[in-house]
């Protein structure tokens, strides 16, 4: 097997505001079981600082002339080596790491994922005192592209991979910015960072990994093609072969409904009635009436238009008269939060929000719900709709990135063949969404066919055990730690 470092700025259970935590924080441990030389390397945020027991000084590296110190702890609950790079643009503010209280990105936040970028390649290139070095160089998202730029030229090199879990997130910064960043000055042109009149972190990623890989199949598909390359679609398309998509799997022991501590009722196939428990307990904590004679509907993830809040606010109403309930956790634009709040406060009974940022209120609604509803204008991979097979609740879905690779549409077939596990639309309106949450409905009141889907659902195996191997694969380790790519 070979040795790895693999580069994020957030990892669950460390910090976390999306997706990006949830694979950083299991992806690598399940590497290192199956025999990797894994080092995480994260930022050292104020938070992860407060979480991690003792971190020791390992080193102490000059980045472009900036002084930083390289701790290392473990990720907890494993023994995953976990390396941060400290510096005060990290530890010395709380909060989002990417934006003020104010939603507004941190004005030094090309500085701050420069050095992260900085620290990456200096490990990676054998340019530090840590006398070991990977053999692969593992990016992810805008943050950590310019390591990979960074490091291309190098002799001492290790083989890289990027990958893009979000591509609408680019890292643009203006050109004094760039200057600032002392990066090699021919990086400025289209063939490299420049994106139209900007700099842009991702495109250091995307032009010189060795290997680019994305969250699903569908969505590496996607993104060589506009509108879903977001205008790097002739880039993605001419490095097509270098690019490949790998399903994200889940954290399947934090999310098990046999054994999830934050339910009031765990469950699993065998005990599927218990599920009703958990959704009472919700409707009493949410004051929500309580009541099994209507579908509850559950909403998570952030208010952004690319969670098709355009799709659900217009349908709400109509959803509700149903009849059905409707519970929403989630935080994000301050306009979706206002037309949200609008909605629940004419309906206490049949519909509950809480626009906060709680895990334990996510897993008690995956729990709780019937149907979950995730109509996404693009989404790379999707976990909540993988949470949500595994808890038996049903998801409604738009046919995009990873929820088309995910969710099997019922239908007269699907339930012939016994492969339904959800309910997906293609359109990206109102009404096709609608259209959807109403068969799903219709369903939920055959409780004998409901209850077919929902163990054809929790049945999917989404474990991280297959995408390693594609992984493994992917880095040479599988075969030949040291293959020739
Ligand atoms: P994205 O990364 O685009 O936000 P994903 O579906 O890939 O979307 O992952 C979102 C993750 O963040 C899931 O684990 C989801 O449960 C979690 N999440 C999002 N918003 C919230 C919230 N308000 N409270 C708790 N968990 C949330």
Not at 139 to 168: E, K, Q
């Amino acid at each position: 097997m070979g040795s790895l470092l693999f580069v994020a700025s957030e990892a669950y259970p460390l910090i976390k505001t999306g997706g990006l935590a949830d694979v950083a924080g299991v992806l690598p441990e399940v590497l290192r079981r199956a025999g990797v030389d894994v080092r995480l390397l994260l930022p050292a945020y104020a938070q992860v600082l407060a979480r991690v027991k003792q971190p020791r000084v390992l080193a102490e590296l000059e980045l472009a002339g900036v002084p930083v110190r390289l701790l290392e702890t473990r990720l907890p609950q494993t023994s995953l080596v976990t390396w941060l790079v400290d510096h005060p643009s990290f530890s010395v503010r709380g909060g989002n790491p990417y934006q003020d209280p104010a939603g507004a990105p941190w004005p030094d936040n090309a500085d701050r994922f420069m050095l992260l970028s900085r620290a990456a390649a200096a490990i990676s290139t054998g340019r530090t005192t840590l006398h070991w070095q990977p053999d692969v160089l593992h990016c992810n998202d805008w943050h950590t592209g310019p390591a990979i730029a960074l490091t291309h030229r190098s002799a001492t090199r290790s083989r890289t991979v990027f990958t893009i879990h979000n591509l609408a997130h680019m890292g643009l910064f203006d050109r004094a910015t760039f200057d600032r960043l002392q990066l090699p000055a021919d990086l400025w042109q289209p063939a490299a960072m420049e994106y139209y009149g900007q700099c842009s972190f991702i495109k250091a990623g995307l032009v010189y990994a060795d290997h680019i890989t994305t969250v699903s199949p569908t969505y590496a598909e996607e993104i060589c093609h506009a509108p879903g390359g977001m205008g790097l679609e002739g880039l993605l398309s001419e490095r097509r072969e270098r690019l490949v998509g790998i399903l994200n799997g889940i954290d399947v022991d934090t999310w098990n409904p046999a054994s999830d501590p934050l339910l009031k009722q765990p469950y699993d196939a065998d005990s599927l009635q218990d599920k009703a428990l958990n959704k009472r307990a919700l409707q009493r904590e949410l004051g929500l009436r309580e009541c099994d004679d209507r579908p509850l509907l559950g909403f998570v993830g952030r208010l952004a238009e690319q969670k098709g809040l355009e799709l659900l606010l217009p349908v709400i109403d109509t959803l509700l008269d149903s009849p059905a309930q409707l519970v929403v956790l989630g935080t994000g634009e301050p306009g979706y939060e206002r037309r949200l709040q609008a909605l629940a406060a004419n309906r206490p009974q049949t519909m509950a929000l809480s626009l906060t940022y709680n895990e334990s209120l996510a897993h008690r609604i995956e729990a709780a719900a019937d149907l979950f509803l995730m109509p996404s204008l693009f989404e790379p991979c999707g976990l909540n709709q993988l949470y949500s097979l595994r808890y038996g609740t049903l998801p409604v879905v738009r046919r995009v990135g990873g929820l088309a690779d995910t969710v099997v549409d019922t239908d007269a077939d699907t339930l012939r063949t016994g492969s339904a596990t959800g309910f997906v639309f293609e359109q990206p309106t109102p009404e096709a969404l609608l259209q959807a949450a109403r068969r799903a409905i219709d369903l939920w009141h055959d409780t004998q066919l409901w209850r077919q889907v929902q163990l054809t659902a929790m049945a999917q195996d989404f474990s991280w055990q297959q995408s390693a191997a594609r992984y493994l694969a992917l880095y040479g380790f599988a075969t030949d730690a040291r293959g020739d790519n």
